[in-house]
């Protein structure tokens, strides 16, 4: 198989905010899905959540996204300031839930699908307030 190229594309003020939308869609699936007792589900979308997220801050704050490999978003958000240091952090964490419970056999842990919606929700609310700040 072939490695993903490392690509970034370009972010326009408006596709960041699209971004955010996007993110905040996923965590609203993640909360119910975590309400509904399905932690793979609520996990796989807060891990969709907090990429989009990413996106957005990433987009804001430096006009670019990540393309192909996820060690790449972190890369790039370690180049956006504060904000992005602090969102490498959180998205770090929370790629950890990814494969568990998006490809693994055996269900997420209750606890894990939580962690990964907290995790996902802290990095939607830096995008919105990176979003506010970059409002003319």
Known sequence: ???????????????????LS????????AVESLDASRWDVAAGSAVTAGISACD????????????????????????????GRYAARQLSQLLRFKTPAQYDPAPLPA????KAVELARRLTVRATTVLERRRP
């Open 1 to 19: 198989m072939t490695p993903r190229r490392n690509i970034r594309h370009p972010v326009s003020p408006s596709d960041a905010r699209a971004y």
């Open 111 to 114: 606890a894990d699908a939580r």
């Open 56 to 83: 957005a801050i990433t987009g804001a704050l430096v006009g670019q996204r990540a393309g192909g490999e996820h060690v790449e978003a972190l890369s790039l958000l370690a180049t956006a300031g504060d904000d």
């Open 22 to 29: 996007k993110s905040e869609a996923w965590l609203e699936a």
